[in-house]
């Protein structure tokens, strides 16, 4: 009989501070309580009410207390962005490739020296990873140089009629050195696949697009103790090409491959004798 007496009066009292309380906070703009070690706490939340339901508190589970709360859509839909956003990474690269260019499928009696000719780019990409993904997709600009050698004794020139051509350095000349470079402006869009989330090893592959905005041929040789240089511009290198590029890389070093079908030089239809059609081949490393 004691111990009822005791649990009822502890129930009026509870309730007494909860009215009091809830009478209170009636008042402010912040509406808080406390509930220590709930036995059920039951949360429903459609497009325009949150309701909460707690049963029991701690050393007393008759104890009941429901909220209802209308929600702001526009507070919502930005958390739901924010939530759809967290854990997502995008992240500006710096990228810094050097390697060996070979010029491939050339038709014409045109030798080139494939391990004399280079290529060295370097820029900069915007990388995007989705939350939780193995995946990462980038677009970015890089400045590019690449370099097509002659043998040692070979030498390119432009023609009256535009094309470009090769013939033997004379035998008396000494140091020689000719080559054909090529500037451009190159736009990567690459996709990445991570092997694991704590993985090191990761391959990219996709196409880069070159503006090919300069190209020219210089050339080098000595007469006797004399130096000569000369420089050709102009020399119809085609507009915009296409390579497809791979990456495979471990903890910021990898290897890459670069292929362009197309030509390096535009086809001359109005002459007879064509520039030479080459396309080209490079790989090397990358950071």
């Known amino acids: 009989m004691i111990i009822f007496i005791y649990r009822t009066m502890r129930k009026i009292f509870v309730m007494i501070a909860l009215a009091a309380t809830m009478t209170v906070q009636a008042g ?29 508190s701690q050393g007393d589970s008759d104890f009941r207390y429901t909220s209802e709360v209308p929600i702001d859509q526009k507070k919502m839909k930005q958390q739901k962005v924010k939530e759809a956003l967290e854990g997502e990474t995008g992240k500006w690269v710096i990228d810094l490739g050097v390697g060996c260019n070979i010029a491939t499928n ?28 193995l995946q990462t997709y980038s677009i970015g600009l890089w400045f590019d140089w690449r370099d097509y050698c002659t043998p040692q004794y070979n030498s390119m020139y432009k023609n009256d009629d535009g094309i470009v051509a090769s013939i033997p350095y004379p035998e008396k000349f000494g140091d020689t050195r ?8 190159s736009v990567p869009v690459l996709f990445t696949q991570k092997f694991g989330h704590k993985s090191k090893v990761k391959f990219s592959l996709g196409p880069v697009v070159n503006f090919n905005v300069r190209g020219r041929i210089n050339n080098e040789w000595t007469d006797g103790d004399v130096a000569h240089e000369t420089s050709t511009k102009s020399i119809g290198q085609r507009p915009v090409t296409v390579d497809f590029m791979g990456i495979l890389q471990y903890s910021g070093i990898g290897i890459y491959c670069k292929y362009s079908p197309m030509s390096v030089l535009k086809k001359t239809s109005a002459n007879a004798v064509d520039n030479p059609q080459f396309q080209s ?7």
């Open 106 to 133: 050339n038709k014409a009696d045109f030798g080139f020296a494939p391990f004399k000719s280079k290529e060295i780019f370097f820029g900069l990409r915007y990388c995007y990873t989705p939350k939780n993904k």
């Open 28 to 56: 402010e703009v912040n509406d808080s309580i406390v509930v220590s070690n709930p036995q059920t706490v039951t949360i429903v939340r459609n497009d325009s009410l949150q309701k909460v339901n707690i049963i029991g």
């Open 178 to 185: 000719s080559l054909m470079r090529v500037f451009s402006l």
């Open 281 to 287: 081949l490079t790989f090397g490393i990358c950071f």
